[in-house]
Every structure is written in structure tokens, then in C-alpha cells.
């Protein structure tokens, strides 16, 4: 463990829970075109992820709990602004981005390059923003202050597909690794965001854009999560609703996890703990839960 008032350097983030209105469709739309597969399906509830081979554990990205007697939130509610699952290739990108334009290609919202990583946005069948990534290789981010340097560059997804989608990474789409790179979050000020997720759960600050949107992260990585008000300014606490469930946060190990737990009752804060995770709300009722990896 590093800086007691900080978030563990190897921490990451864990699977995305989303309340589903039609468990079929969203299912499918994460195993058929995003390429996801099914990890477990009990009941109500499907998880997405990647498989384990022979020495390797399975990793869930998203977890799907069938909740029809849940509404659909308000435009302008906080919650999920995308779950953004990082692949490590271009190749592998491209496949998603093939597969999922192929399956559903009025539900392409946009692509850009952010110069630590390229992007391609949609939403899915329920209207939950989703991001297929690739990240440039760190050497190549570069910092000033403490501060990365992130844009939003053109990026033509015909002339990205062009060079890099090939028949070899088609064929394994459905098995390329891929993870939950970070959760983008709508808040309602950027303000309280900052002190919740970066003066009490311990995230570092690592860009921000005035007061519309702030980016943080543990170990150095360009963002974790990420939290904007483009369509949430002074949005209140969420009320249940369809959308987003539940973000979770793997730390390394149970050392960590009790610290963040001391951290967090020191600032006043009551987490959930089992011994094995933790569980809190953020300001706008969103549950983020923590354990070890």
C-alpha cells in the first residue's frame, strides 16, 4: 500500500451493473455485437465478460439485472454517461466497432481521438452510453503539472477500420481480452464530484475541462472514471430507475480495502462492509462498491 490518502497505484475498475428492462435484447447486445460472453446467467441476473482460459480468471465488464418494474430516469438525471471497455489492439478495436456497427448501426453516437487513446461511442439498446477504446501506449501521454493531455480529435471510423480490421481479429472478436478501462459518470456539479471521488475515496485528479467535466485516476492511468454535467447540471440524488446499478472498484488486495475504509469513516462516510467489500453512495445515489481483487 502506497499514500494512505490515496487510491492503491494498481487499483482498477471492475464491472458496470445496469437495470435492464428487456434481459433478451440487452444480452444479446453485449454477447453478439460487443462480444461479450456469458459468464454466468442465474435468473434475473446475466454477466458479460471475458472467459478465463486454462490459467486465466474470467473478467466480468458488465453485469445485466433484469428490472422491469423500474422507469426509464429523466434526460437530464445523474447516472451512467458510458461504460468504456478498453481493448488491447487496434485490430481488436476495429472488430468491435465492425461487429457493433454491422448489428446496430443506427446507434453509433460519434468517435474521436483524445491523443492517449481512440474512441468510438453508442448507445445500447436501452439508451446506455457505451465506449470501445484503445489506449496509446503511456510513453506516448504526455503530462504537464500533474495534468494529461487529453483532446477531442477527429476520427474517421471508415479510414480507422480500413487500416486496421483484418480477418485474423473477426475471427476472435469474441475472445480478444477486453476490460472495463473506465466509467463516465453524469453528475450534477463538478464540484462535489471532486470531493467525494477524489478528497474522500482517494483518486487522483488528472484533468479537468472548467467546471463541466473533471477526469481521475489511480497508478498514473489518463482517467478511471470520469464525471460530467453536459446534460445533468444540478441534477439531485437518483431515484431507482432503469440505467445504471452499480460501479464497481477492484484494489489489490485487503490491505487496501480496510484502508479505504478508515479513509472514508475518517471524512465521516458509513460504508457497507462485510469484510470483503465495501459499499457506499455516491452524492447522487449511485452505488459504488470496492473489493479486492
Known amino acids: 500500500m502506497t499514500d494512505s490518502a490515496r487510491l492503491a497505484a494498481d487499483t482498477a475498475m471492475g464491472a458496470v451493473t445496469l437495470d435492464v428492462a428487456d434481459l433478451d435484447v440487452m444480452t444479446a447486445y453485449y454477447r453478439d455485437a460487443v462480444g461479450l460472453s456469458v459468464l454466468t446467467s442465474d435468473g434475473p441476473v446475466v454477466v458479460l465478460g471475458r472467459a478465463g482460459g486454462s490459467s486465466a480468471a474470467s473478467v466480468p465488464v458488465v453485469v445485466l439485472r433484469h428490472s422491469p418494474t423500474l422507469k426509464h430516469a429523466g434526460p437530464r438525471e445523474a447516472g451512467l454517461f458510458h461504460t468504456a471497455i478498453l481493448f488491447e489492439t487496434q485490430a481488436a478495436l476495429a472488430a468491435a466497432v465492425y461487429t457493433v456497427a454491422t448489428a446496430h448501426p443506427q446507434r453509433f453516437t460519434g468517435s474521436a481521438d483524445h491523443l492517449v487513446s481512440q474512441a468510438f461511442y453508442y448507445d445500447d439498446p436501452e439508451g446506455n452510453g457505451v465506449e470501445l477504446y484503445w489506449d496509446r501506449d503511456r510513453t506516448e501521454w504526455s503530462w504537464v503539472h500533474g495534468t494529461v493531455e487529453m483532446g477531442t480529435l477527429f476520427l474517421d471510423p471508415n479510414a480507422f477500420l480500413r487500416e486496421h480490421l483484418t480477418e485474423e481479429a473477426l475471427a476472435a472478436h469474441g475472445s480478444a481480452p477486453s476490460v472495463v478501462g473506465h466509467v463516465h459518470l453524469s453528475v450534477g456539479d463538478t464540484a462535489t464530484a471532486r470531493e467525494f471521488y477524489v478528497d474522500r475515496l482517494g483518486f487522483d485528479l488528472t484533468t479537468s475541462f472548467g467546471g463541466q467535466a473533471i477526469f481521475v485516476s489511480a497508478g498514473g492511468y489518463h482517467h478511471h472514471m470520469a464525471m460530467n454535467v453536459w446534460r445533468s447540471a444540478g ?21 487496501e480495502l480496510g484502508a479505504t475504509a478508515e479513509r472514508l469513516r475518517h471524512y465521516g462516510l458509513d460504508p457497507r462492509d462485510d469484510g470483503r467489500t465495501l459499499e457506499l453512495d455516491d452524492p447522487w445515489g449511485t452505488r459504488i462498491r470496492l473489493a479486492s481483487a
Open 235 to 255: 441534477a439531485g440524488r437518483r431515484m431507482p430507475a432503469l440505467g445504471l446499478g452499480q460501479v464497481d472498484i477492484a484494489v489489490p488486495d485487503a490491505d
